[in-house]
């Protein structure tokens, strides 16, 4: 995962983070067409937890 590694910083904040790994998944879905229609992340924090799913037709909207 070149594009986390690259883009990664310890001070992100959740929502940065969340793009990131939107770009990150994106990316590798565009390279393999089998990975999926969509894609879930899942988000803990101290205040609890979250998900959010993404069809693969919005990615890049």
């Known amino acids: 995962m ?3 590694e690259a ?3 310890p001070s992100m ?3 940065a983070g969340e793009k990131l790994v939107e770009k990150a998944i994106q990316n590798s879905i565009a390279r393999d067409v089998m990975s999926g229609n969509a894609i ?3 988000t803990f ?3 609890g937890a979250k998900e959010k799913y993404i069809e693969i037709k919005e990615l890049g909207e």
Do not use: N
Request: proline share 0%; no cysteine.
């Open 13 to 15: 904040t959740v929502a």
């Open 7 to 9: 883009e990664y910083k």
């Open 45 to 47: 924090t101290k205040s």
């Open 40 to 42: 879930d992340i899942l």
């Open 2 to 4: 070149g594009i986390l």
